[in-house]
């Protein structure tokens, strides 16, 4: 059993950054993944990592996030910079060997959740 636990949301101005931390015993999972939810919306798909180091990004934060992971420090992140009010929503991480599990959104392992919210 794997245990995530996501830190680094709060409160930012638009225009702002935030980094989000995964920590949990990820060195040995292929695939982890970024879900937000913002509310009276469906969860989706942020971005993706595998331990091959193939990365993906929805079309919605594409050069504005980076998704990187540290195996070394069982930590896996999510550098955001110039937010949007668009991007606030409870974010969490995700991971299972299966890349196609995380895609669909039923990662074996998820996180609790950090809120991240965008506002002046």
């Keep these: 059993q794997v245990q995530l636990a996501e830190s680094g949301g709060g409160l930012v101005q638009p225009g702002g950054s935030l980094t989000l931390s995964c920590v949990g015993e990820i060195s040995s999972i292929h695939a982890m993944g ?67 599990f995380v895609v669909s959104g039923r990662a074996a392992y998820w996180g609790q959740g950090t809120q991240v919210t965008v506002s002046s």
């Design 34 to 100: 970024w879900y937000r939810q913002a509310p009276g919306k469906q969860r989706e798909l942020v971005a993706t990592i595998t331990n091959g180091g193939a990365i993906t990004y929805d079309d919605s934060v594409k050069g504005r996030f980076t998704i990187h992971r540290d195996n070394a420090k069982n930590t896996m992140y999510l550098q955001m910079n110039s937010l949007k009010p668009e991007d606030t929503a409870v974010y969490y991480c995700a991971a299972d060997d299966s890349y196609y």
